[in-house]
């Protein structure tokens, strides 16, 4: 999506799972989107070149397991839904590992309902110093932005 808003931009998409890569691959050919694919585990193994980090990491909190919507609930691996007690054990991983890159000047995350206050105190220990929430269209903050 941000490469069709912005193809100014040189685009690196990621995945843990190889095939959510493919079905990523192939929606961009299907869109004529230039996108450069990575296998990775957050950030393991990816080439320190990148200035921004935007990220849709699981966020849902593993006791909420059970108050998910069925479409979701059945349609969506675990994988990409479940992320500790609190559901930001994965994203609490990402943001420790940005203080080695200093490149890397703007981090976005979209967050679950309630989860924005906490994603901001841990962006701003990750070295970034102005954090601000942004609200979806249901006034929830979905997403932390993050600039150094």
Do not use: C, M
């Amino acid at each position: 999506a941000l490469k069709d808003e912005r193809p100014d931009l040189s685009i690196a998409g990621s995945d843990v799972s190889e095939v959510a890569l493919q079905l990523a691959r192939s929606n961009a050919v299907r869109l004529g989107l230039d996108v450069r694919w990575l296998h990775a585990d957050l950030l393991e193994g990816v080439p320190d070149e990148f200035d921004a980090l935007l990220a849709n990491l699981p966020y849902v909190a593993e006791p909420e397991r059970a108050e998910l919507a069925p479409e979701i609930a059945r349609h969506e691996p675990p994988g990409a839904l479940f992320a500790g007690s609190d559901g930001l054990s994965r994203i609490r991983r990402l943001l420790a590992s940005l203080p080695e890159r200093p490149r890397v000047r703007t981090v976005a995350l979209e967050v679950g309902a309630g989860q924005a206050p906490a994603v901001g105190e841990l962006i701003r220990a990750a070295g970034f110093g102005s954090v601000a929430a942004e609200r979806d269209l249901a006034g929830i903050e979905r997403v932390v932005v993050g600039q150094r």
